[in-house]
């Protein structure tokens, strides 16, 4: 059974940075593209960022391209999500996501490309 477990959230002023982390069980992590997305109340759950197997190709969404920071450590079969400069439209729940056997190698990445997801951990930020 595939176990995606996000933690790492919480309450941010604008501005402020916080990591998220997506610790991971029950598939071959290092075979795995890995992915974030997030939902905020009454919308479409959206791409964030994704990262390829090996961590050499990374992928984000315009909205958070430049301010986030998507990686991997295959030994600890853990995948992070840095946020710097949060603004508070970056509020939502945030998903990991994991897609076993098959590598990313191209934007843009919907969310039917991954067939594993967490349970969420809810990001808030306030002005």
């Known amino acids: 059974q595939v176990q995606l477990v996000e933690s790492g959230g919480g309450l941010v002023q604008a501005g402020g940075s916080l990591r998220l982390s997506c610790a991971s069980s029950g598939l071959t992590f290092s075979r795995s593209a890995m992915g974030w997305f997030r939902q905020a109340p009454e919308k479409e759950r959206e791409f964030v960022a994704a990262?390829?197997?090996?961590?050499?190709?990374?992928y984000y969404a315009n909205s958070v391209k430049g301010r986030f920071t998507i990686s991997r450590n295959n030994a600890k079969n853990t995948v992070y999500l840095q946020m710097n400069s949060l603004k508070a439209e970056d509020t939502a729940v945030y998903y990991c996501?994991?897609?076993?056997?098959?590598?990313?190698?191209?934007?843009?990445?919907?969310?039917?490309?991954?067939?594993?997801w967490g349970q969420g951990t809810q990001l808030t930020v306030s002005s």
């Open positions: 990262v390829s197997w090996s961590g050499g190709r990374t």
């Open positions: 996501a994991a897609r076993a056997g098959v590598d990313i190698t191209a934007m843009v990445i919907p969310r039917t490309f991954f067939g594993s």
